[in-house]
Nanobody, 123 residues
Framework: QVQLVESGGGLVQAGGSLRLSCAAS????????MGWFRQAPGKEREFVSA????????YYADSVKGRFTISRDSAKNTVYLQMNSLKPEDTAVYYC????????????????WGQGTQVTVSS
């Protein structure tokens, strides 16, 4: 049973930083890709970033490139999303997701999802 648990969300002022964590359990994730998605009220869930467990290859949505950094700690089966220079437009529920194999960017390609953690960026 795969379980993904996000944490680290909260309220931050514009320009500030947050680090989200995703604790993964139930499998050996060495061959998996982990992704972060977000969903703002009234909007579709969108891709934010993804990383492969095997070598740490990472990809970012244009909207967060240069501001967010994804990383993983394989020993802890934990994925992080370091979010810097946050903007009000980043306000959303952030979800951790996992899929077996290579990296994809569509939410429909991911098999496992966490419950989400709220990130609110104020002006």
């Amino acid at each position: 049973q795969v379980q993904l648990v996000e944490s680290g969300g909260g309220l931050v002022q514009a320009g500030g930083s947050l680090r989200l964590s995703c604790a993964a359990s139930g499998r050996t994730f060495s061959t998996y890709t982990m992704g972060w998605f977000r969903q703002a009220p009234g909007k579709e869930r969108e891709f934010v970033s993804a990383v492969t467990w095997s070598d740490g290859s990472a990809y970012y949505a244009d909207s967060v490139k240069g501001r967010f950094t994804i990383s993983r700690d394989s020993a802890k089966n934990t994925v992080y999303l370091q979010m810097n220079s946050l903007k009000p437009e980043d306000t959303a529920v952030y979800y951790c997701a996992a899929r077996y194999g290579i990296m994809y960017f569509g939410s429909n390609k991911y098999d496992y999802w966490g419950q989400g953690t709220q990130v609110t960026v104020s002006s």
